[in-house]
């Protein structure tokens, strides 16, 4: 049986290292955030530089839309639901850091954070697709199949 162009590209996804010029605006960013954490005393410093990051990587991406050409979205309000699995990773994120003491705690927050998400969509490209997921895609191939005819 002949493997698809997705079965392919999952095998062999993963990021590659990053280049200087590439890795120079993530280093501003973070420095920007660190910045914006000791102009006062913080509660939860680790929690704060989190927060703010997200906050960051929200407006840059309303921005991005915006020079395309896009409407100005903003998002809804989540459910409980959608908002429960993200609530406990921060926790069990947060439960990593106080398992010792740290000299960064909120770098180590924030770095913890972005390694679950990568390592979390890595694994999502790696296992294998299942029925379901592959009769999904034969079908949207046999629609667009059909729209190209029309």
């Known amino acids: 049986m002949a493997k698809t162009k997705a079965m392919k590209a999952m095998k062999a996804w993963a990021l590659k290292p990053f280049s200087a010029k590439e890795k120079a605006p993530w280093k501003a960013a973070v420095q920007s955030v660190r910045k914006e954490l ?3 005393k913080r509660e939860h410093p680790a929690l704060f530089m989190l927060g703010a990051t997200g906050k960051h990587l929200y407006e840059a991406v309303q921005e991005e839309y915006k020079k395309a050409g896009k409407k100005n979205w903003t998002l809804k309000k989540f459910t409980k639901k959608e908002s429960a699995p993200w ?55 046999a629609m667009k199949a059909m729209k190209a005819m029309k």
């Not at 850091?97 to 705690?105: A, D, E, F, I, Q």
């Open 38 to 40: 000791k102009v006062r």
């Open 87 to 141: 609530k406990a990773a921060v926790a069990s994120a947060k439960k990593l850091l106080h398992k010792k003491s740290r000299v960064h705690p909120a770098l180590f927050m924030l770095s913890v954070v972005g390694k679950e998400l990568y390592d979390a969509t890595q694994a999502l490209y790696t296992q294998k697709p299942t029925r379901t997921t592959m009769k999904a895609m034969k079908a949207m191939k």
